[in-house]
């Protein structure tokens, strides 16, 4: 895909639900007694990847394009799949569907794409194998056609689940994936469970499973879940995905003559750290309408054309905003001064290495920046040169470097714009909506 120069963005739009919040509504309905019903469902293929290893697990779900229905078989009804469960290229499938599977007395094998089979998975293993699961790793080169044996802490793996018992578990990372994994595990354990994490992540699995009738609480950075809830299916709707608007945030902030107002997005504290650099770096944002949505905040976001300066970004805000560091560099590479990005060493293992692969875009368009081991220095204010973007597959890349490509001089060309549609199938469009 080619991109040049915009003059300006103008208008209002809804970005697509909420992606943590789509794959946690599949599971928790799945898991719970009767009917959960989802409205504005985000049709990304992560969550899809959801749906279908839930379908595989003998739950009925429909799904009309915007709404879905899943008719929960309650805490012990799902049964063994006749297939191995793909996980496509979503993280957050596979590591909170394994709580899950952890408490099912029966074998389950995942698998996912090239990028799935690269991503540390040894960090669910070690609490889930401690609360009573077995994981077996598979050697990706010869699978499936052969099962040799392997210890690559990576997909594909199987795990045999089965009696569990309740655990005090210390994170050392800061990842909502893990503790909701031994959450989600601790629903089918013989005593109580608790993770602490070492600064607070997204909280959408404790709001959302309390909502569906589970016993759990949270103080500071421990959470802590009771056994053998009765859980009951919800309604619920999925506020605008913070992740996605941050694209829209970063365009408007950085075109100049530009107005955009994105509506109903989720800003949940735990996730709106975009929010707080943007204002940080003197971008001209306002929250309006602010109101509570299932259980989680939700506003509208007004941003205009702005001078943009540089500012650190590290320490306990890193969880609250750490898929959006890429369009952070973005909008650095553009603002005047220095940023400094620190203690997001987990970009390492995200989709694609982050620190790596952003390094390598925004040096291929001229600018200045220096890859850390846990982070990024980037001295902003040069003007960017289309360039040649490898996005690795990468979704968050790819939107990232369109924003950038908007912003530049000349004409930035995508290798793969299509993973865009891991978490936001109407990016492209959405864009020349707002195009005048
Ligand atoms: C997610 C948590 C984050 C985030 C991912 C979605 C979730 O990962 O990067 O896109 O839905 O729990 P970690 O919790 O592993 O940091």
Redesign the pocket.
Known sequence: MKITNSYSFHGKLSVPGD???S??GIMFGAISNGLTEITNFLQGADCLSTISCFQKLGIPIENNGSSVLVHGKGLHGLRAPSQILDVGNS??TT??ISGILAGQAFKTTLDGDNSIRKRPMQ?IFTPLSQMGANFQCWDSTSFPASRERCNSGCAPFTICGGHLKGVHYHST????????AILLAGLYAEDDTSVTEPVL??N??ELMLSGFGARITSAGTTASIKPEPVLNGQKIHVPGDI?SAAYFIALGLLTPNSEILIENVGVNPTRSGILNIALAMGGDLTLLNKRTVSGEPVADILVRSSNLYGTTVGGAMI?TL??EIPVIAVMAAFAEGTTVIQDAQ?LK???SDRIAVVTENLKAMGASIVPTEDGMIIEGGRPLQGAVIHTCQDHRIAMSFTVAGLNACGETILDDEQCAAI?YPSFYEDIKSLSL
């Open positions: 992606k943590s919040i794959h946690r993280g957050t590591r909170l960090r990372v800061a990842s909502a994936q893990v503790k909701s992540s997204r959408h699995t992740s969880p750490i898929d987990e293992v995200k989709e978490s």
